[in-house]
């Protein structure tokens, strides 16, 4: 055993672990939901310092070759997605303490699938081979459509349940017929060499790459919810517990993102242009129905969810600028991720504590007048919705920005123009949430939980985050500001290239 | 000099109104707090006045490193049109303070104030792309607050037109700033997105060109409001707060046209000297278009909206004359009418608190209850319909020549149309103020001691400025100068 690959590989194995410990813990009685709940913390932490060991280290390896034979890789990009996933793995459950604790209705096992659902994530980020990505994405998905559905007596959330695993298994399964004529094509599902293989095949006929490609990207696209496999998000969001909500709109996006730009920037690299032209129609339908579904809301769960639809637009403009300016997209991707992360963590979770203790809609209206009685928590939302819109001074402009200024250095000025005509919308939808809270006198708003405990503590500190990571280091020395996690990021994008 | 002063004047405010957000400091204290600081702000911009050197280069310059892997520099400086935009704003917002002093009675207003304070020195100074619009739009968010929280009528509808209006503009100039960074990363091979290494650029093409002034263009012309851009106007101003209005009127939109000389002269200079005639052309337009739009209000507000955009058309064509004269003449009018019409919505603010909202029709006999009032309304209001005495005259005069020397037939009609003013504001003062005609004014109460002397200062600059205009035209024409000769490289013709 090589303890120096092994240390590589312990956050995904203290996930997996702490994962298997807890389902064997959920049948004592003794233990409460609250001792299950900082027993999740202390294994997600644990993870997170294992792994912010190896933060900002260039550096590409296949730990335990003997055992895993070279399936599972563990580079700087690996990394740097882990941190973000364990953080959001971290933050979903400092959040989700008041929202679990409240709801009586929830179940020990719970956190267990919690922590399978991360620990897939992360399997996912690791793959080298096609079938491992598979079974990451599973592990994940399935865990989520428990999670979903967990309060079996509310018909919405078995509706959403149901709903998102009927068409998850169907694009699962897309995924499998790509791996199997990307096999077909190439001999192999290994990443690394199925890239040599299209090196090899670039002039003569890569059909059956391209098809297995193609499918392969279907699925990549339900996941993130782009144009035409989205309409699931709005139901399947709006239906799942809040915490949950954040969870996959902030996480498993990462996640997926991780393992598609691995392949896209290293093994389909030769062929990717081909998909060029379909992306360019996907991202400006993605944008314009992103928008189109948020501005109609009326229920507050549902915009953040139809917004999600937008920020992946968003995404996919970098993802199609890679082609050309491939360092500063694909760490703008990266960047993005973070900024969408602690925005949409942070409104979510923020909504799921103010609306814990009633079973309400959420809707704009319930939110008239909010300011005027809890002045924190209306700023902090107001910095998330800002931050969400792109306005200068939030970690979200700077996001923007990179993927805006990537964009134009492809050549792709159109989609920085589409891009920046639904932030436009955006602002609409944003700010009158912002305008609802503040210009209207009173509230009718009741039994909002006063501040505090640890929810709220997490959720100050995302919201100076944001605002930290909008001003960038000048301000603040020494603190991980805008310089250092997109030179990370450009960091982790290297280590991809290293053979 | 010290350098550092930009920074102070940028950043003081806004570090008080984190400071006031945090202590449990009432409304009155942050008002006195505000007040003071706004004082400071005066001396220094004072300090840097006196110490100004007359070359028309960018003084004071501060350079730090802020996003450096794009490159991005925390960049501010000041030249002779700065300047004078400093120097107004400076005087102005203490004004403004002790003519709102007891018309507001909320701690978040004042707070505002101090943000949007910080937020337009931010604007003035930028050197850098990027910087400059973040503070672009960090100005919004706090006159978002102002209008939103304390206008009145639709008010929530109107906060969102006009946030979802302006942004409209500068989202596009977003794009535009960031072509032009990316152009100048493949043209040098490195990020840089610092005015002066932006003007160096040579390889955009002339089509691309246009839709990158077009769009700058439209950022600012939606702020100003030049002609087809104003239909935000009427509603935000009638809806407003006063001191809403009077930072949009008087400080914002004056602004729009610093930011046009700033960026679109030095990127641009070709273009802004090809779409000149256009531009001069609906600068002209607009005051004719609005002059008479504010024949026909009812409502001094909205006839002062109008009025106030009719005034920023002539700005524009000023601006775009591409001679010493008329650009002088276009600073000259920024600061003259930035001055006479802040002055006036404030009077007009200080009228609706002692009467409620009124037509002209149901106004009247306000001259005999309260002289002051009626004295500084005069003033103010000669100043803008120009006449002699005033330094609306002078930047008027000087426009006119401007244009003039640009074109002929463009003098003679800007000559003739100049005077629409004078037929609004002359009815409207005489209907609305000396005219006794039966309507009840008792509630009207004189002007007190502070807000008298609130606008003593603006009266003093009216008549020093309109009676020996060198002593101000000094300090900005070597900067002109250098607009002309080396940028637009037109010869130099005072």
């Known amino acids: 055993m090589n303890w120096l690959e092994f240390s590589y590989l312990l956050p995904l194995f203290i996930i997996g672990c702490g994962a298997v410990i807890l389902m064997l813990l959920s049948p004592v009685e003794r233990l409460s939901m609250e001792n299950f709940s900082v027993l999740t913390f202390v294994f997600l932490t644990m993870a997170l310092i294992g792994n912010l060991y190896y933060f900002g280290e260039l550096r590409t390896s296949f730990p335990l070759a003997n055992i895993f034979s070279n399936m599972i890789i563990d580079d700087s990009y690996a990394v740097y997605f882990d941190s973000i996933l364990l953080s959001g793995g971290v933050v979903t459950s400092l959040i989700g303490t008041h929202y679990f604790q409240t709801k009586r209705k929830f179940k020990k096992e719970f956190f267990s699938l919690f922590l399978f659902s991360l620990f897939g994530m992360m399997l996912l980020v690791h793959a080298n081979e096609l079938l491992t ?52 094509g190439t001999g192999t599902t290994m990443l690394g060499e199925i890239g040599y293989a299209v090196d090899a095949q670039v002039g003569k006929d890569t059909s059956l790459v391209l098809i297995g490609g193609t499918f392969i990207l279907m699925t990549f696209l339900f996941k993130i919810s782009a144009f035409p496999f989205h309409n699931w998000t709005l139901d399947v969001y709006d239906g799942s517990p809040l915490p949950v909500t954040a969870f996959m709109a902030a996480t498993f996006k990462v996640a997926i993102f991780g ?182 006198p009173y509230s009718d708003l009741e039994n909002v939980p006063p501040l505090r405990g640890i929810t709220p503590i997490t959720i100050g500190f995302i919201a100076i985050a944001v605002i930290a990571g909008g001003l960038g280091n000048t301000f603040i020395a020494y603190f991980p500001g805008v310089d250092f996690l997109i030179d990370n990021a450009r960091l982790s994008y290297m280590s991809l290239f290293i053979k | ?118 937020g337009i020195s931010g604007t003035l100074f930028s050197l850098d792309l990027i910087l400059f619009y973040f503070f672009w739009e960090a100005m919004l968010l706090p006159v978002f607050m102002i209008i939103g929280l304390f206008g009145s009528g639709n008010r929530v509808f109107s906060t969102l037109k006009v946030t979802i209006y302006t942004m409209m503009g500068s989202l596009f100039m977003f794009v535009s700033i960031l072509y032009l960074g990316v152009a100048f990363y493949y043209e040098f091979g490195s990020w840089s997105f610092e005015l002066n290494d932006i003007v160096q650029i040579t390889t955009i093409s002339y089509e691309h060109k246009i839709l990158l002034f077009l769009s700058f263009m439209l950022a600012f012309a939606i702020k100003i409001p030049l002609f087809p851009f104003h239909s935000w106007l009427l509603e935000t101003y009638s809806n407003s707060p006063t001191g809403g209005v009077f930072l949009l009127s008087s400080i914002m939109a004056k602004l729009g046209v610093y930011a046009l000389v700033r960026f679109v002269l030095p990127i641009f200079p070709e273009l802004f000297k090809e779409f000149a005639p256009w531009l001069i052309g609906l600068g002209l337009f607009g005051l004719l278009y609005f002059g008479i739009a504010a024949i026909s209000q009812y409502n001094i507000k909205k006839m002062f909206a ?64 309260a002289p002051l009032f009626t004295f500084f309304f005069a003033i103010m209001l000669l100043c803008i319909v120009g006449i002699p005495g005033t330094n609306g005259f002078v930047a008027e005069l000087l426009i006119i020549l401007g244009l003039f020397k640009f074109n002929v037939y463009v003098g003679v009609i800007a000559a003739t149309t100049v005077l629409v003013a004078a037929s609004y504001m002359f009815w409207m003062f005489q209907k609305a103020i000396l005219e006794n005609r039966g309507n009840d004014v008792s509630e009207m109460i004189d002007l007190n001691v502070k807000e008298v002397l609130g606008l003593l200062p603006l009266v003093g600059l009216i008549i020093g400025m309109g009676i020996y205009p060198e002593w101000f035209l000094y300090k900005i024409e070597p900067t002109i100068q250098h607009y002309l000769i080396d940028i637009l490289h037109i010869g130099a013709n005072v």
């Open chain 1, 133 to 184: 990505a598979f079974i990451g994405l599973e592990i994940a998905s399935l865990s989520l459509y428990v999670m979903i559905g967990f309060q079996k007596f509310d018909t919405r959330r078995v509706e959403a349940s149901y709903q998102y695993l009927v068409l998850g298994s169907i694009s699962g399964v897309f995924f499998l017929l790509g791996t199997a004529l990307i096999y077909a």
């Open chain 1, 259 to 440: 393992f598609i730009l691995r392949i896209m920037l290293v093994d389909l690299d030769p062929i990717r242009e081909m998909w060029d032209k379909l992306f360019v129609f996907i991202i400006i339908a993605t944008l314009m129905y992103g928008s189109f579904m948020a501005v109609i809301q009326k229920s507050l769960k549902r915009m953040l969810a139809a917004s999600s639809i937008v920020h992946t637009g968003y995404l996919l403009i970098a993802f199609v600028s890679i082609g050309v300016a491939g360092e500063s997209a694909s760490s703008s991707i990266i960047y993005y991720l973070v900024a969408y992360f602690l925005s949409a963590m942070g409104a979510f979770g923020l909504i799921s504590y103010i609306t814990s203790n009633d079973q309400l809609r959420v809707t704009y209206e319930d939110f008239r007048g909010f300011a005027h009685i809890h002045p924190y928590m209306a700023a902090m939302l107001s910095i998330f919705m800002l931050s969400l819109a792109g306005l200068p001074g939030t970690i979200g402009f700077i996001g923007k920005f990179y993927i805006f200024t990537g964009a134009i250095e492809a050549g792709y000025t159109v989609l920085a123009v589409v891009g920046v005509t639904a932030t436009f919308v955006s602002i609409y939808y944003y700010f009158k949430l912002i305008a609802l809270m503040y210009f209207y």
């Open chain 2, 1 to 118: 000099m010290h350098i550092g002063i930009l920074s102070i004047i940028i950043f003081l405010p806004m570090a008080v109104a984190f400071l006031m957000l945090i202590l449990p400091i009432k409304q009155q204290g942050t008002r006195n707090v505000a007040f003071v600081v706004s004082l400071v702000i005066f001396f220094l911009a004072l300090y840097i006045y006196n110490n100004f050197q007359l070359t028309g280069y960018m003084q004071l310059r501060e350079f730090y490193p802020w996003i450096q892997t794009y490159g991005i520099h925390y960049s501010v400086g000041i030249d002779g049109f700065s300047l004078i935009v400093l120097m107004l704003i400076a005087t102005l917002i203490p004004s403004a303070y002790l003519l709102l002093w007891n018309n507001e009675r909320s701690k978040i207003y004042w707070v505002s104030m101090l943000f949007i304070q910080s």
């Open chain 2, 306 to 369: 109008y009025s106030s955009a009719s005034h920023l058309g002539f700005i524009t064509a000023g601006i775009f004359s591409l001679n010493a004269v008329g650009m002088m003449g276009g600073a000259f009018l920024v600061v003259a009418h930035a001055i006479s019409t802040g002055g006036l919505f404030l009077l007009v603010g200080i009228m609706e608190r002692n009467l409620g909202i009124r037509s002209i029709s149901a106004l009247g006999g306000i001259a005999k209850k």
